[in-house]
């Protein structure tokens, strides 16, 4: 196996080209795994570390612009008050061993089901940057970026090389089911963002269907009924769940039914919209 390590963006993006049979490696903390579990064998590694944009975050024109080798670690120390609930997220991943090597970019280009960025990624409208040296710069908004189970609309010749992200403009919330409290892979999770300027939500469901999906029908619930200057009604809140456990399409599997996993998602969806508006309520009170 050939180990390809560039050091500039151009020289990336060249080896891609070259070698798309190459998998991009940035922490490595998905890759190594299939590689030990024999479970892929590509013809060689793309390194991606030592390539210096990719470490960096900035903001373009309001926009969080997110070098896809920004790690967890660094998301929620750095991210967590303009983007909470990618933050939240982040700190459910892994070991700190893991936050400290895994990324938001890896999680992208793994395109798992599970993985646990998915989901507030949706809910926030993220958009993915991705780069060719023939083709150029592509924008993929997320809830296009994912195409089945670990396959992604990136080409055989792109790289990721940013995520874009705007600040939140209101409260954010994550939160998953696993087999055990703390580094475990997610059963279920799901994600939510309040806009109260537009007086919509955003949804993301993870591990409940072949791709991360947003609950299409549950956004429209909300954004004609929701009262928002008033508390959450139980009963809207109940069918928000019912509707978000709808959108989704599990499996049975080793760590969890399809009937566990629906009935958990419209208790994570009631949960988590429950937090949120406990918090846009009280911003309004303060």
């Known amino acids: 196996m050939d180990f390809l390590r560039p050091a500039t963006w151009q020289e990336a993006l060249s080896a891609r080209a070259d070698r798309p049979g190459a998998a991009p490696v940035q922490g490595g903390t998905d890759v190594m795994v299939e590689i030990n579990f024999d479970v892929r064998r590509p013809e060689a590694l793309l390194d991606l570390t030592r390539v210096p944009e990719l470490g960096r975050w900035e903001v373009v024109d309001g926009v969080y ?17 303009a983007l909470p609930g990618l933050a939240q997220a982040a700190r459910t991943v892994g070991s700190p061993q893991i936050r400290n090597r895994g990324t938001v970019g890896g ?5 798992s089901p599970a993985g646990d960025s998915h989901p507030p990624l949706l809910a926030a409208g993220a958009v993915v940057e991705a780069e060719s040296r023939d083709g150029g710069v592509r924008l993929i908004p997320a809830e296009e970026f994912y195409l089945g189970v670990k396959r992604s609309a990136l080409r055989p010749d792109e790289l990721i090389r940013a995520i874009r992200v705007r600040p939140a403009p209101g409260p954010q919330y994550f939160s998953k089911v696993g087999t055990r409290n703390a580094m475990v892979i997610a059963v279920c999770s799901f994600a939510i963002a309040l806009d109260p300027a537009a007086r919509r939500a955003g949804t993301g469901i993870g591990s409940a269907a072949p791709t991360p999906r947003r609950a ?71």
């Open 216 to 286: 299409l029908e549950a956004e429209e619930f909300l954004a004609a009924e929701l009262d928002w200057d008033a508390p959450l009604p139980p009963a809207l809140a109940r069918r928000f769940g019912e509707l978000c456990a709808r959108a989704a399409d599990p499996i049975d599997d080793v760590r969890g039914t399809a009937a566990y996993r629906r009935h958990a998602v419209a208790v994570l969806a009631r949960r988590t919209l429950g937090w949120a508006w406990d918090d846009h309520l009280g911003r309004r009170a303060a």
């Open 65 to 81: 612009r997110i070098g896809a080798n920004v790690t967890y670690a660094r998301v929620i120390t750095e991210l967590g008050g």
């Open 107 to 111: 999680n992208l280009g793994a395109a």
